[in-house]
C-alpha cells in the first residue's frame, strides 16, 4: 500500500498533473537531489523533501564521525558531565579505513559480538520505473506532475541486506574475500578520498558522489547490544519519526506514534548466524517461515509504552523516553553546523532506537527515506496520518501563524532551544521544573486537536480581516 501517493492524491487543491512545468512541492528521492538540487532554481514558497548534505546525519560513517565530533566538543566546552549525555551509540569503526583501530579494539575485549553493516552505495544493475511527484506552480491550485522513466539507480543498501555478525578476526578476512567484486585487494587499501570543507561538512560532490562511484563496499564494524530488552523472550527495536523543518535555526517536530518491530525467533547469543533472531527489519522479518501476515511483527508504540508502564512504572519509563529525547536533539545538534540549512528543505527522519535490558536506549541509525509502504492496516493508518500531518506542518497553504507548538501528531521538541508543555516563556535557568513538549507513545487524538486548530485560525482570519 503505498500512502505516499495516496496522500498527495487526496489533498484538497492539489490537482494531478503529468506535463512539464513549474513545480512547487516535491517529496524527492536522494538520488535526484543529487543530481539535480545544485541546478535547480526555486522560488521563495518551494519546498523539497531533502536537505542537500542529509548523509551527514543519515550515512552511518558520517553520523558516528559528527557524533563523536561533538561529544569532544561538548567535553571542551561544557565538561564531562555533559559530554557524557552522547553517549548514546555504539563503539563504531569505518572499515576498512579504521581497520587497525579496530583490531586494537577488538583485542582488549576478546569473545564479544560485533555487528557488521554497509553504508556505501552500489549499482542495482536494474532498471526501475520510477515516479515523481511534484506541485505545478498554478495559481489555480497545487498540481501533481508525474515523471516516468527508466534508469538504473545506485542507492544505499537497506532492509537488512549485506549485515552480518561476528565474534573473530577470521571472520572479516573472509568478509574481505567476499566483498565486492575484488576490487578492494586489501583491508588496509587507501581509503575513498573524503574532502572536507571549511565548514566542517564532507563535500557534496567531492566526498558524497565519489564515494557513490566507489565499486567497493564500505562497511561499519560496530560493537553488537548483546543485552537487548526482550518481550515474549524477542528482540525488537523502535522506528520514530523526528521532522526537521530548519538547521539554522534548529525546529524539530517529534511525532507521537511510530512502532517496534520485533523479530519472529526468540533470541540467542548461541546462533549469531539467524538473521531472524538478530535483525528486525521487516523485509526480512516477513521471509520467515513462522512470519503470520495478519498478526505482522510490530506494536504501537502506545501499546509498547502501555506495557513498559505495567512492567516497570511511569518513572522508569518516563526516564526511558525523556533518555530518547535527548538522542533525538543532540543527533541533530551534532550536525547543526553541517547541513546546509536551505529554506526549502525539510526533512523527515526515522530513527531506529535500541532499547537493552537496564532500559538504556541506544542509537542505531538514522533514515533519511523511512519506509512509506504499509504492511498492515493499522500500519497504513499510522503513516497516511503521519504524511499528512507533516504536510500540516509544512503548510505550503499558509495557515498556520508559525507559534504553533502542536499540529496533528507533531509536538514541536525544539526550537532554537528546548520547547516547554506549559505555555508561556520557561525559566530555563534551573531546568528544575522544565518538562519538554514531547509525547512519544501518548495518545494521539489528531484529529480533534486539527478539527480546533484549524477552527481557531479560520476564527483568528475572520476577526483579524
Given at each position: 500500500m503505498?500512502?505516499?501517493?495516496d496522500v498527495?492524491?487526496?489533498r484538497?487543491?492539489?490537482?494531478?498533473v503529468k506535463d512539464?512545468?513549474?513545480?512547487?512541492?516535491?517529496w524527492?528521492?536522494v538520488?535526484?537531489?543529487?543530481?539535480?538540487?545544485?541546478?535547480t532554481?526555486m522560488?521563495?514558497?518551494?519546498r523539497?523533501?531533502?536537505?542537500?548534505n542529509h548523509?551527514?546525519?543519515t550515512?552511518k560513517?558520517y553520523?558516528?564521525k559528527?557524533?563523536k565530533?561533538?561529544?569532544?566538543?561538548l567535553e571542551r566546552e561544557a565538561?564531562k558531565?555533559?559530554?557524557a549525555k552522547c553517549?548514546?551509540?555504539p563503539?563504531?569503526?569505518?572499515?576498512?579505513?579504521e581497520?587497525?583501530?579496530?583490531?586494537?579494539?577488538?583485542?582488549?575485549?576478546?569473545?564479544?559480538t560485533w555487528i557488521?553493516?554497509?553504508?556505501?552505495q552500489h549499482l542495482t544493475?536494474?532498471?526501475h520505473r520510477?515516479?515523481?511527484?511534484?506541485w505545478?506552480?498554478?495559481?489555480e491550485?497545487?498540481r501533481i506532475?508525474?515523471?516516468a522513466?527508466s534508469?538504473?539507480?545506485l542507492v544505499?543498501?537497506?532492509?537488512?541486506k549485506g549485515?552480518?555478525?561476528?565474534?573473530r578476526?577470521?571472520?572479516?578476512?573472509?568478509?574481505?574475500?567476499?566483498?565486492a567484486?575484488k576490487?578492494?585487494?586489501?583491508?588496509e587499501a587507501p581509503?575513498?578520498r573524503?574532502?572536507v570543507?571549511?565548514?566542517?561538512?564532507?563535500?557534496?560532490?567531492s566526498?558524497?558522489d565519489?564515494?557513490?562511484e566507489?565499486?567497493?563496499?564500505?562497511?561499519?564494524a560496530q560493537?553488537?547490544?548483546?543485552?537487548?530488552?526482550?518481550i515474549?523472550?524477542?528482540?525488537f527495536?523502535l522506528r520514530?519519526?523526528?521532522?526537521?523543518m530548519?538547521y539554522i535555526?534548529l525546529?524539530?517536530?517529534?511525532?507521537?506514534?511510530?512502532?517496534?518491530?520485533f523479530?519472529n525467533?526468540?533470541?540467542?547469543l548461541?546462533?549469531?548466524?539467524?538473521q531472524?533472531v538478530?535483525?528486525?527489519?521487516v523485509?526480512v522479518?516477513?521471509t520467515s517461515?513462522?512470519?503470520?501476515?495478519?498478526k505482522?511483527?510490530?506494536?504501537m508504540?502506545?501499546r509498547?509504552?502501555?506495557?513498559?508502564?505495567s512492567?516497570?512504572?511511569?518513572?522508569a519509563?518516563e526516564?526511558?523516553?525523556?533518555?530518547?529525547?535527548?538522542?533525538?536533539?543532540r543527533?541533530?545538534?551534532?550536525?547543526?553546523?553541517?547541513?546546509?540549512?536551505?529554506k526549502?528543505?525539510?526533512?523527515?527522519?526515522?530513527?531506529?532506537?535500541?532499547?537493552d535490558q537496564n532500559?538504556?536506549?541506544?542509537l542505531?541509525?538514522?533514515?533519511a527515506?523511512p519506509?512509506?509502504?504499509?504492511?498492515?492496516?493499522?500500519d497504513?493508518e499510522?503513516?497516511?496520518c503521519l504524511?499528512?500531518?507533516?504536510?500540516?506542518?509544512?503548510?505550503?497553504e499558509?495557515?498556520?501563524?508559525?507559534?504553533?507548538k502542536?499540529v496533528?501528531?507533531?509536538?514541536?521538541m525544539w526550537?532554537?532551544?528546548p520547547?516547554?508543555?506549559?505555555?508561556?516563556?520557561p525559566d530555563?535557568s534551573?531546568?528544575g521544573?522544565f518538562?519538554?513538549n514531547t509525547?512519544?507513545?501518548?495518545?494521539n487524538?489528531?484529529?480533534?486537536q486539527?478539527r480546533?486548530?484549524?477552527?481557531?485560525?479560520q476564527?483568528q482570519?475572520k476577526?483579524?480581516?
Amino acid at each position: 500500500m503505498n500512502t505516499l501517493m495516496d496522500v498527495l492524491r487526496h489533498r484538497p487543491g492539489w490537482v494531478e498533473v503529468k506535463d512539464e512545468g513549474e513545480w512547487d512541492f516535491y517529496w524527492c528521492d536522494v538520488s535526484w537531489l543529487r543530481e539535480n538540487f545544485d541546478h535547480t532554481y526555486m522560488d521563495e514558497h518551494v519546498r523539497i523533501s531533502h536537505f542537500r548534505n542529509h548523509y551527514e546525519l543519515t550515512r552511518k560513517n558520517y553520523m558516528v564521525k559528527n557524533l563523536k565530533r561533538f561529544r569532544k566538543q561538548l567535553e571542551r566546552e561544557a565538561g564531562k558531565l555533559e559530554a557524557a549525555k552522547c553517549d548514546f551509540f555504539p563503539k563504531t569503526f569505518e572499515m576498512p579505513c579504521e581497520y587497525h583501530l579496530f583490531v586494537e579494539e577488538f583485542r582488549k575485549n576478546p569473545g564479544i559480538t560485533w555487528i557488521m553493516k554497509p553504508f556505501g552505495q552500489h549499482l542495482t544493475g536494474k532498471a526501475h520505473r520510477h515516479s515523481s511527484i511534484y506541485w505545478d506552480g498554478s495559481r489555480e491550485g497545487w498540481r501533481i506532475r508525474f515523471q516516468a522513466g527508466s534508469f538504473t539507480q545506485l542507492v544505499a543498501r537497506s532492509q537488512g541486506k549485506g549485515i552480518f555478525l561476528f565474534r573473530r578476526l577470521k571472520d572479516i578476512m573472509d568478509w574481505r574475500k567476499g566483498t565486492a567484486g575484488k576490487k578492494l585487494t586489501g583491508l588496509e587499501a587507501p581509503p575513498a578520498r573524503n574532502t572536507v570543507n571549511p565548514s566542517g561538512s564532507h563535500d557534496s560532490r567531492s566526498s558524497d558522489d565519489q564515494k557513490d562511484e566507489i565499486p567497493v563496499e564500505n562497511y561499519v564494524a560496530q560493537r553488537y547490544i548483546e543485552n537487548p530488552y526482550l518481550i515474549g523472550g524477542r528482540k525488537f527495536d523502535l522506528r520514530v519519526y523526528v521532522l526537521v523543518m530548519s538547521y539554522i535555526p534548529l525546529r524539530a517536530w517529534l511525532y507521537r506514534d511510530g512502532f517496534a518491530r520485533f523479530s519472529n525467533t526468540r533470541f540467542t547469543l548461541s546462533s549469531i548466524d539467524d538473521q531472524y533472531v538478530h535483525l528486525t527489519n521487516v523485509a526480512v522479518q516477513k521471509t520467515s517461515p513462522d512470519y503470520h501476515p495478519k498478526k505482522g511483527c510490530k506494536w504501537m508504540l502506545q501499546r509498547f509504552r502501555q506495557y513498559l508502564a505495567s512492567k516497570h512504572g511511569p518513572e522508569a519509563v518516563e526516564a526511558l523516553f525523556s533518555d530518547m529525547d535527548n538522542i533525538f536533539v543532540r543527533s541533530l545538534q551534532s550536525v547543526q553546523k553541517v547541513i546546509i540549512s536551505d529554506k526549502h528543505c525539510f526533512e523527515l527522519y526515522g530513527y531506529d532506537i535500541l532499547i537493552d535490558q537496564n532500559l538504556k536506549p541506544w542509537l542505531l541509525e538514522v533514515n533519511a527515506s523511512p519506509s512509506l509502504t504499509a504492511s498492515s492496516q493499522e500500519d497504513y493508518e499510522l503513516k497516511t496520518c503521519l504524511l499528512e500531518d507533516t504536510l500540516h506542518v509544512v503548510d505550503m497553504e499558509a495557515r498556520l501563524t508559525g507559534r504553533e507548538k502542536r499540529v496533528g501528531g507533531f509536538d514541536l521538541m525544539w526550537n532554537d532551544g528546548p520547547v516547554s508543555r506549559e505555555e508561556g516563556t520557561p525559566d530555563l535557568s534551573g531546568m528544575g521544573n522544565f518538562v519538554t513538549n514531547t509525547h512519544l507513545g501518548c495518545i494521539n487524538d489528531r484529529s480533534n486537536q486539527l478539527r480546533q486548530l484549524f477552527r481557531s485560525l479560520q476564527s483568528q482570519k475572520k476577526a483579524s480581516s
